[in-house]
């Protein structure tokens, strides 16, 4: 018998058993605590799943692997897991694991036991990943956090992916809800347990898809054009969790492809109390876009896709401790340097980039003449190395990487163009620009507003929401007339398919260029 040995931050977290030959992405898919990321259900073609072997017999580098990694991962002995045979006794250290350790940066407050406390659950479904909150209904406030990677990416980090497999297999759609179900059980059994906590409900939002893949049922609609703006029904087929028997539900979506994710973190922003016109952007996978004028809330969404959350993009990571959130470029000097999420004891600690240091990164490049404005290097290369140098850290940067980032941003700057045209609002008329995703929270707004993510607008109107779709969540769970907030938000509601605006095409293709959003 051949021993698996696994390390995560220093620490060691499991020891696997095995007897013979065996696949270590599939190893290490035997413990929740071991698994790591990946979307591409082990082909090798996304890169995600990243560990560095510490000692041990293992098979040779795939040809996949030559195609992912640069040649300081290779070097480093980074591997990906779902191209390594193991053989023989092995130490791994896990690169990308699939729990996050921390919720973000939103503070927690202490925990704080008493006779009188009551508490309830808020979900945030994403498309990349889950964040849970437990909610203390007395005091109003949050007591602990959780953030990891949605477990259906191994289905495909792109959403079309998902539904069709969910579409055209039952089974893949019944095993998508349940490891949905399954990860919100243990998280919430975790709190139970830890702090002996009795939680009278669960509450879970999400973008349409994400919720029409918790209920398993009408997946196939949102793959057809003609229902992208109608109500889809993804009440859940079960009124409970199965093993703690806590009473579930989910916050109905206003149409196909805008979801009561969006429409709770505009709760949370108080967007239609705003003097004027307001926007709000929650970026994602699925980005969301509201705007508010004239006692009317228009809303449609674009697919930002999984750049946005740190995903398939090299050197990649999500908004977490060791992600690099920021960059900037010293023009008097020429060099890079870079920011932290979190405190780290040593540069071996850092993970890669988030997506607003990607964002920072392309500005970077630009401003600094090593990236054209059509997304192109300004020497024939097909990667650009930087040096962040107060970190001591290089930073590998693809074309295939700025390729995604530019379909991601002109989707988005394209969608935010098309929207106040339709309004006929200019982003001088802006009284606020709320940003809100782990992608928002940090973002670099003069950076965006350069390479054309955000509309241009007066830096003191600008507001980073943080995760506003949980904060929405969590006053939902604190209304007494939650039904009736939401109805009465729904009713200034205008969806806008952005698939039948005229021009859109030729608004996405303009926004391919890293310049300022052209408005019409």
């Not at 045209?421 to 973002?443: K, M, N, P, W, Y």
Request: proline content about 2%; some cysteine; glycine content about 8%.
């Amino acid at each position: 018998m051949f021993i698996l040995s696994v390390t995560l931050n220093n620490r060691h977290i499991a020891s696997i058993p095995f007897t013979s030959r065996s696949n270590l992405f599939n190893l290490l898919a035997v413990y929740d605590h071991t698994r790591i990321r990946s979307a591409c259900q082990g082909r090798g073609t996304c890169g995600q799943c990243l560990v560095r072997i510490d000692q041990g017999g293992a098979s040779e580098l795939t040809h996949y692997e030559y195609e992912r990694l640069n040649a300081s991962q290779i070097a480093r002995d980074i591997r990906l897991a779902c191209q390594v045979t193991l053989f023989d006794h092995a130490s791994v250290t896990l690169i990308n694991p699939l729990a996050i350790e921390a919720l973000d940066t939103i503070s927690i407050h202490p925990f704080m036991p008493s006779a009188n406390a009551r508490y309830a659950v808020a979900v945030d479904l994403g498309s990349t990943q889950l964040r849970m909150s437990l909610w203390d209904y007395v005091n109003q406030h949050r007591v602990a956090g959780y953030c990891g990677f949605n477990p259906q990416a191994y289905y495909g980090t792109d959403i079309l992916n998902r539904l069709t497999a969910a579409t055209t297999d039952k089974t893949k759609g019944s095993v998508m809800s349940e490891l949905i179900q399954d990860t919100i059980e243990r998280v919430v059994t975790e709190w139970i347990n830890a702090k002996n906590v009795h939680i009278t409900e669960i509450l879970i939002v999400g973008n349409t898809a994400m919720l029409a893949l918790l209920a398993n049922k009408h997946t196939e609609q949102l793959l057809q054009p003609a229902y992208w703006t109608h109500s889809i029904d993804c009440s859940l087929n079960f009124s409970t969790l199965r093993q703690t028997q806590i009473p579930v539900a989910a916050v109905q979506p206003v149409a196909g492809f805008v979801g009561s994710d969006l429409l709770v973190g505009l709760l949370a922003a108080r967007l239609t109390q705003s003097p004027g016109s307001a926007l709000f952007i929650d970026f994602g996978t699925n980005t969301e876009i509201a705007l508010w004028h004239q006692d009317k809330l228009w809303l449609t969404s674009v697919p930002g896709g999984p750049a946005f959350e740190g995903c398939g993009i090299s050197y990649g990571i999500a908004a977490e401790q060791g992600a690099i959130s920021h960059v900037n470029y010293d023009a008097g000097t020429g060099e890079f340097h870079g920011a932290l999420i979190g405190t780290l004891i040593d540069t071996s600690e850092i993970k890669g980039l988030c997506g607003s240091g990607l964002c920072d990164v392309m500005a970077c490049l630009l401003a600094s003449g090593q990236l054209k404005k059509n997304g192109r290097f300004a020497k024939a290369d097909s990667e650009l190395e930087i040096e962040l140098v107060n970190l001591h850290y290089r930073v590998t940067v693809k074309k295939q990487d700025i390729d995604i980032f530019q379909r991601a941003k002109a989707a988005t700057g394209a969608g935010i163009a098309k929207l106040l045209a339709l309004a006929e609002v200019s982003s001088a008329d802006l009284t606020r620009l709320c940003i809100a995703g782990s992608f928002g929270q940090f973002l670099n707004i003069q950076h965006a507003q350069a390479i054309g993510l955000l509309p241009d607008c007066a830096h003191e109107r600008v507001e980073l929401c943080g995760n506003a779709a949980l904060m929405g969540c969590e006053q939902l769970l604190s209304s007494h007339n939650r039904d009736e907030q939401l109805n009465e938000l729904k009713r200034k509601v205008e969806v806008v398919n952005l698939s039948q605006v005229i021009d859109y095409e030729e608004a996405f293709v303009d926004n391919l260029y890293l310049q300022p959003i052209l408005l019409n």
